[in-house]
C-alpha cells in the first residue's frame, strides 16, 4: 500500500506556520490540519464548561465530550466543536491566554496526538504546530522547524487580530507570545523543541512568496 505522505511544520508561536501550510497544501493538493486549532478547541471546552484543570478524571470525562472537525470553505479552513463553528472564538485572547497550559496536560495530548495520526493514515497532509516532527509523525517526509524575531512575530499577530475587531495591545500580544513559547519549551510532555532532521526557516525577513519558494525547494520528487 502507497504511504501517504506527511509534511510536518513546527516552530513558535505566530511565527506564520499556518500561512505556510496554506499555501503548501493548496500547491500539493494535501489536506491542510492546524494541529493548534484542535488544542483551541479544546481549552474553549474546558473554559466553557470550568473544568477543574487538578482533576485527572474530569479531564478524561471532558475529553471524551469533545469532537473536533475541519471543513473548508471560501478556500478558508473553519473548526468545528461539537458542531458548532468557533474558528473566530479560539483565535481570541482568553483562549489564547489558557491554551499552553491545557496543552501540556498529558491526557489531552495523548487524546489530540491519536486524532492527528489516524488524519495522516488517511490523506497526503501538511500539519503544523509544536511536536509534530517529534511525535506526531516522527517519519514525516518534510520536517520544517520555523522561527521569526518575536518583535516581528508579535507584530504580525497584534495586526491580525486588530483585523478581526479585537481591542488588545502590542504589548499583550508579546507576553502572550512569549509566555506561551516558554510554556510550550518547557513543558514535560513533547515540549517545542527542533527534531534533529527538521530543516530551519528564519522568516523574520521572507515574504510569503519567498518562504513557500523555500520549502518548494525541499520538495524536488514530489
Ligand atoms: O497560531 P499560533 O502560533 O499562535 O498558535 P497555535 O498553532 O494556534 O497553537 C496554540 C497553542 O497550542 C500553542 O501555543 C501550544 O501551546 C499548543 N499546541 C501544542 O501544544 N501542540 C501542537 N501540536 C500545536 C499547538
Redesign the pocket.
Known sequence: MKKNIVIAI??????G??TLAKALAQKLNYIYI???????AVTLFFLRQGIDLSSHAAISNALQHIDIDFHSRDYQSHVLLNGEEVSEEI?QMPV?QK??EI??IKEV?QC?VKQ?QKMGKQKNIVM?????GTT?FPDAYLKLFMTADPKTRAER?YKELQAKGENVSLEAVFDN?AH??F??TTREV?P?VRATDAVILDNTNLNQDEQLAFTMAYLPVI
Do not use: E, F, P, T
Open positions: 513546527d516552530g513558535y508561536s505566530s511565527c506556520k499556518s492546524d494541529s493548534g486549532a484542535m488544542y483551541r483565535r489564547s491554551v499552553s496543552a501540556a495530548r489530540m492527528q503544523d504546530g509544536r511536536d509534530i506526531v499577530r507570545l506561551r513559547d510554556q510550550d513533547s517545542l
